[in-house]
């Protein structure tokens, strides 16, 4: 029988096999700064995809399913399935399809911008509502709110860590 399960003592186990060991050390390392939050979110945002992956399944979805909490994939770039160009306002979307099934939506963040953000839920949430949180996580720029702020989090650590050596 094939192990889908997920387990930070284990590693990721994607249909049966291990995943990349660089998967494992995101993902334990995500895991390892969320212990650390004063307060659990009720939701989570990762940059990164959800259901939107050829195995269905990921870092979202795996995060998600390793946190029981509501997940959302939201990345710069397509890794799976066809859309059509949406319009240029912000706020416009198509669906992202792969196979026969929708499996996320992708959004243009800000009006007059070449870029767009692939939603996929990862667990515990479904492609509507990842879709609508995103959009009012925007605001106008080009990631959502909450990975724009993980992400200057992060790089004001690094300089700090530089400043220290």
């Given at each position: 029988m094939a192990d889908s399960t997920w387990s930070s003592e284990q590693g990721m186990r994607l249909a049966g096999r291990v995943a990349t060991p660089e998967d494992d050390v995101v993902a334990r390392g995500i895991l390892a700064v969320i212990r650390l939050l004063e307060?659990?979110?009720?939701?989570?945002?990762?940059?990164?995809?959800?259901?939107?992956?050829?195995r269905g399944l990921g870092l979202a979805s795996h995060l998600g399913l390793a946190l029981d909490k509501p997940s959302i994939g939201c990345a710069k770039s397509r890794l799976v399935g066809r859309y059509e160009e949406s319009g240029s306002?912000?706020?416009?979307?198509?669906?992202?399809?792969?196979?026969?099934?929708?499996?996320?939506?992708?959004?243009?963040?800000?009006?007059?911008?070449k870029a767009l953000l692939f939603v996929s839920p990862g667990h515990r949430i479904g492609v509507e509502?990842?879709?609508?949180?995103?959009?009012?996580?925007?605001?106008?720029?080009?990631a959502p709110e909450p990975t724009r702020l993980?992400?200057?989090?992060?790089?004001?650590?690094?300089?700090?860590?530089?400043?220290?050596?």
């Open positions: 307060h659990e979110p009720d939701l989570f945002v990762f940059d990164g995809q959800g259901i939107a992956h050829m306002a912000q706020g416009d979307s198509s669906p992202l399809t792969y196979g026969r099934r929708v499996v996320g939506t992708v959004i243009r963040p800000a009006t007059g911008r509502g990842s879709a609508r949180i995103v959009t009012e996580c925007v605001r106008g720029r080009i993980a992400h200057e989090l992060v790089t004001a650590a690094r300089k700090e860590q530089i400043i220290v050596s």
